[in-house]
């Protein structure tokens, strides 16, 4: 119940664009951000290289990495995170370049449509693979470079992971993102002591090409069904996330960052993205309800506020 409850908190307190607080230094630290070739992942390589940091930035094709290769501050890495061969390569690059790794930022992901009854297996499969192997593979191939450097590793979660998710069909990713959010907390208790910092950061609908590869995987009757639900992607209708790439500067450089940064547009008015952090929190407080309900052990309302207050007191403040 308290582990709702702070989760409950720590949701009131998240602005909606990620405050700034007294940062370490970000000179020769090094960092390496997965399916960094566009998207969220190219504006975090952007943002950091940009700040000073040491940029190990992975892709798949030869077009993305020359033009990764062109930003200061960047080393392109090829790496596909489905592949151990090419995570034990860049590990080797990674050691190999003297630099240590103070950060790695998981952000190399994938998206498909359809509900557990229609979705073919292998794009389940390939969700998986993507958005909770990788992670897992990345970490457990690169935390002796990160443990040396007390680091930071910082997961790229999603609201979907929290709540109920994005709608019934996308089970896949759904189910993904619900993995990362308990893989984050786990890693929290397990690196804490070695003097690991992790965080997860959440971000609302911004401009990136998940759902174009997507589509170019999809079968026709895939394609139509989509489209019949959701209608013709419009990337352009969402902006560029650079508030993503500022709340991974913030996990990565806060002397106590937070365990969850929600990333949302500031002046957010599309639907999706200006009515997220209400319904995120008041998805929590019904969680809570159904957690606390018809039992021997029932709290009452006042000793659910007193548990509230209590865990409200050492938020952050809002932020303008």
């Keep these: 119940m308290r582990i709702l409850l702070i989760t409950i908190c720590a949701l009131l307190a998240a602005p909606l664009c990620a405050s700034a607080q007294p940062s370490e230094p970000t000179t020769s630290k090094a960092v390496l951000v997965t399916g960094a070739s566009s998207g969220i992942g190219r504006k975090i390589t952007e943002h950091l290289a940009e700040d000073g940091y040491f940029v190990y930035a992975t892709a798949r094709k030869e077009e993305d990495l020359k033009a990764l290769g062109a930003i200061k501050n960047v080393q392109p890495l090829r790496l596909d995170v489905t592949q151990p061969a090419d995570i034990a390569a860049a590990v080797d690059a990674v050691t190999k370049g003297g630099r240590g790794l103070y950060g790695l930022v998981n952000n190399a992901g994938v998206a498909t449509f359809g509900t557990i009854a229609t979705m073919r297996m292998e794009e389940f499969d390939l969700t998986m693979k993507v958005n909770v192997y990788g992670p897992v593979m990345m970490i457990k191939a690169f935390t002796p470079l990160i443990v040396a450097e007390k680091g930071r590793i910082v997961n790229i979660g999603s609201p979907s992971g929290i709540t109920d998710g994005g709608g019934p069909d996308i089970a896949a990713y759904v189910m993904s993102k619900h993995a990362i959010e308990g893989l984050t907390d786990s890693l929290v208790l397990q690196l804490g002591p070695l003097g690991v910092q992790v965080s997860a950061v959440e971000p609302g609908a911004y401009r990136s090409d998940m759902d174009r590869n997507m589509l170019a995987r999809l079968t026709e009757d895939e394609k139509a069904n989509m489209l019949k639900v959701w209608g013709p992607p419009d990337p352009?209708?969402?902006p560029e996330p650079d508030e993503?790439?500022?709340?991974?500067k913030q996990a990565l450089s806060?002397?106590?960052?937070?365990?969850?940064?929600l990333a949302i547009p500031?002046?957010?008015k599309d639907r999706i993205n200006s009515r997220l952090?209400?319904?995120?929190?008041r998805y929590q407080m019904k969680q809570l309800v159904r957690w606390n309900e018809g039992h021997a052990y029932t709290l009452d309302r006042e000793t659910l506020i007193k548990m509230l207050d209590e865990a409200l007191a050492d938020s952050r403040p809002r932020t303008q």
């Design 266 to 268: 500031r002046n957010a």
């Design 244 to 248: 993503v790439a500022i709340a991974v």
């Design 277 to 281: 952090p209400e319904r995120l929190v």
């Design 236 to 238: 352009m209708m969402f």
């Design 254 to 261: 806060e002397p106590n960052p937070k365990r969850r940064y």
